[in-house]
């Protein structure tokens, strides 16, 4: 008995959904997660890189050599790594409400004391790329500020918050042109 014309499309269909879908697959395993939107793309971009369960403030493996600014954006962590690879300080941060993307930057700009896009006096700015116009940083804020004030509308803000000794170690640390890596 011949297999029926109409069985014949049915597996040809099966076959094309099934391929499609593998391909649909593939093309997102390796996709980015989000989108570059700055003018410029970074130098070298860096994948989610494993984290060690057992101590998850130990650095990322595939995060770069020599000295640097790791910056997670996931763990929101940083590292400060020294010209030997050692980490000399890690501790937690707060991302603004832009994100950079993954890759290997250079600290553009530093500023002892501004106010932030938020309204929120800070200090020991570390400025290392932009989005979309808004500046990405790291900076503490002030202690005896007060919160500001929520606006109407939403403010996009690229201020990386962390504590004020910590903002005091990434002032020493990050001088212009002292390389920052953003990781996932």
Known sequence: MAPSSAGFVTALTTAAVATVGFLA???SATAPTRAHTSGSAPA?????????RQNPTALPPG??????VVYSVDDNRVWLVNP?????RTFEVASGTVDPAPGTYAVTSRSNAVTGT???PIEHVVRFTSVDG???????????AR????????VRTGGIRESRPDGD?????????ATVVVIR
Request: proline content about 9%.
């Open 44 to 52: 070298a971009a860096v994948a989610k890189a494993p984290r060690d």
């Open 84 to 88: 030997a690879g050692r980490v000399t």
């Open 147 to 154: 919160p500001p004030i929520p606006s109407a509308t939403a």
């Open 63 to 68: 995060s770069g050599t020599g000295a640097r």
């Open 134 to 144: 808004v500046a990405i940083g790291f900076s503490a804020a002030v202690p005896s």
């Open 25 to 27: 697959y593939q093309a």
């Open 118 to 120: 938020d309204g929120t």
């Open 169 to 177: 170690a990434m002032w020493a640390f990050a001088t212009i042109g």
